[in-house]
C-alpha cells in the first residue's frame, strides 16, 4: 500500500485548499482512512476518518464545520476540503490507511493506522 498526499500550499487566513491522497496497492473498500497533522514542536494529530466503503466521518472537534472529507472511487483518492482555514491550522497534513474499519475511539488514534503517506504542507497566514 502506497500513500501521496498533494494539494498543499499557502493561503491567508480564511481560504481554502483542497488535499487529496492517492492511493495504490489495494482495493480499498476494507480499509480505515485518516487524515492527521503535526505543527511544528507539537505530536502528530487526528484530524478526520472515514471507512473507505462508506459510512460517517469523525472530525477533530476545531475543524468541525470547515472541514469535509470525501473519496473519489474513480481516482482512488481520498480528499480533505479545508474551509475558512486558520492560522492555528498550520502543519504537514498526512493521509493514513488501516486495513479494516475502526471505531471512532481508535479512528482518531494515530498507532491504529498502518500506511501513512508523505505529508504535504499547508501554511496559514493571519
Known amino acids: 500500500v502506497q500513500l501521496q498526499a498533494s494539494g498543499g500550499g499557502s493561503v491567508q487566513a480564511g481560504g481554502s485548499l483542497r488535499l487529496s491522497c492517492a492511493a495504490s496497492g489495494g482495493p480499498f473498500g476494507s480499509y480505515h482512512m485518516g487524515w492527521f497533522r503535526q505543527a511544528p514542536g507539537k505530536e502528530r494529530e487526528f484530524v478526520a476518518a472515514?471507512?473507505?466503503?462508506?459510512?460517517?466521518?469523525s472530525y477533530k472537534n476545531s475543524v468541525k464545520g470547515r472541514f469535509s472529507m470525501s473519496r473519489d472511487n474513480a481516482k482512488n483518492t481520498v480528499n480533505l476540503q479545508m474551509n475558512s482555514l486558520k492560522p492555528e491550522d498550520t502543519a504537514v497534513y498526512y493521509c493514513a490507511a488501516h486495513f479494516g474499519r475502526l471505531i471512532t475511539s481508535q479512528a482518531i488514534d494515530v498507532a491504529s493506522y498502518d500506511y501513512w503517506g508523505q505529508g504535504t504542507q499547508v501554511t496559514v497566514s493571519s
Open positions: 472515514r471507512a473507505w466503503s462508506g459510512g460517517s466521518t
